[in-house]
C-alpha cells in the first residue's frame, strides 16, 4: 500500500479505488437548470490530490443507492490491504437507525481513518416570508403554529434529519414535505409554494446572491468558508444545534494500524494543499483533516445523535 509520498508495490500494481457511498442529489442553479450537487465532488478531488502524493492512480467508484449502503457493503467486503478505500458520508451515522437489517456494522466492520471535509446545509426561505432570522423565524412559527413547512429531498435524507433535529430543539412545529430529490424542493422554495428549505450551501450561494432566497442560518456547528457571513442556527438561538453533513474516510475493520496511519498521513498532506482547499470551498466543503481516534469519536458521536432523532421522529428508510 502507499506510504505518505509514495506507492510501494510494483508499477503494474492495480489502481487503489476509493468507493463514494453517495446518492446523487439534484439542485437548481440560475438560469433554471438542473445540475448535480454530490459528495463524489470532494471525493474526485480528495482522490486527485492523494493520487499524486502516491504517484498512483486513486479512482472514484460512485456507489449510489439505498442511501449509500451498496458502497457501503462494497468497502466493507474487501480486502483490508489499502487497494479500497471508503468516503462515507453523514448517511453512514443514519442508515443504523433507518434501516436495522443492514448487512453491516459501520462502527464494527469499518475503520475510522479521519474526517475528510464538513458539509453543511444551509436554511433558506422566500424572500417574501417575514423572517430575517432564526429567532424571527422561530417566532412566526410559534405566532402561526402548522403554517410553516419546510421541503426536503425525501424521508430520511439529510435536510429532513436537519428539520426534525430543529423542531426537537426548538420545540417548532414546522411540518415536513418530502420531494424526489433537493431540486424540486429549492424551486419550490423560489416559487414561494414551500416555506424553507434546508440546501447544500454551495447549490444555493448563487440564488442568496441574488435574493431570490433568503439564508437564515448554516447547519454546522461554526460558520462556513463557503459563505462566512450566514450565522450558524445555534448563534441564531437554537442551542447545541449541529446538523452538518459531513465526508470521512475509511478502510475495512481489519485493515493494519500502520496502514491506516499511512492513509491518514496521505489525506492530511493533501488536505493542506491550497488548490485543494479551493475545489473544496467551491464544492461547498470545508476541509478537517484529524487523527483516527478524533474520527471514531466523532463517528459513533454522529451515530448516537441520528439514531435519537430518527427514533424520536418515527422515521423509516424507504
Known amino acids: 500500500m502507499a506510504s505518505q509520498f509514495g506507492f510501494i508495490g510494483s508499477a503494474s500494481a492495480a489502481a487503489i479505488a476509493l468507493v463514494a457511498a453517495g446518492t446523487l442529489v439534484g439542485c437548481v442553479t440560475p438560469p433554471q437548470q438542473s445540475a448535480v450537487y454530490t459528495s463524489a465532488v470532494p471525493a474526485r478531488a480528495v482522490a486527485q490530490q492523494m493520487g499524486e502524493l502516491w504517484k498512483h ?25 489499502g487497494y479500497t478505500l471508503l468516503i462515507g458520508t453523514t448517511a453512514l451515522s443514519s442508515s443504523p437507525a433507518l434501516f436495522p437489517k443492514l448487512p453491516f456494522d459501520p462502527v464494527r466492520d469499518l475503520a475510522p481513518v479521519s474526517l475528510v471535509v464538513t458539509m453543511p446545509n444551509v436554511l433558506v426561505v422566500h424572500p417574501s416570508l417575514p423572517a430575517k ?29 436537519a428539520l426534525v433535529l430543529f423542531n426537537m430543539l426548538s420545540n417548532a412545529n414546522i411540518s415536513h414535505v418530502p420531494y424526489k430529490g433537493a431540486a424540486p424542493a429549492v424551486a419550490d422554495v423560489m416559487g414561494g409554494h414551500v416555506s424553507m428549505t434546508f440546501a447544500p450551501i454551495a447549490a444555493v450561494v448563487p440564488m442568496i446572491k441574488a435574493q431570490r432566497l433568503r439564508a437564515l442560518g448554516v447547519t454546522a456547528a461554526a460558520r462556513t468558508a463557503v459563505f462566512p457571513e450566514i450565522p450558524t442556527i445555534a448563534e441564531g438561538g437554537i442551542a447545541g444545534y449541529d446538523a452538518a453533513g459531513w465526508n470521512g474516510l475509511f478502510l ?67
Do not use: C, Y
Not at 62 to 81: K, L, Y
Open 57 to 81: 492512480p486513486v479512482i472514484v467508484s460512485n456507489r449510489p443507492g439505498a442511501s449509500g449502503n451498496i458502497g457501503v457493503e462494497a468497502a466493507v467486503r474487501a480486502a483490508p490491504d
Open 133 to 161: 432570522s432564526i429567532r424571527e423565524l422561530l417566532a412566526l412559527a410559534k405566532s402561526n403554529p402548522d403554517t410553516l413547512n419546510s421541503g426536503s429531498a425525501g424521508v430520511g435524507s439529510s435536510n429532513h434529519l
Open 252 to 318: 475495512p475493520r481489519t485493515a493494519s494500524r500502520d496502514l491506516v496511519m499511512r492513509v491518514n498521513a496521505t489525506l492530511k498532506e493533501s488536505l493542506s494543499s491550497p488548490r485543494l482547499k479551493e475545489v473544496l470551498v467551491n464544492a461547498g466543503a470545508d476541509a478537517v483533516g484529524n487523527s483516527p481516534e478524533e474520527f471514531a469519536k466523532f463517528f459513533q458521536s454522529e451515530i448516537v445523535k441520528w439514531s435519537k432523532v430518527v427514533k424520536a421522529a418515527g422515521i423509516t428508510g424507504e
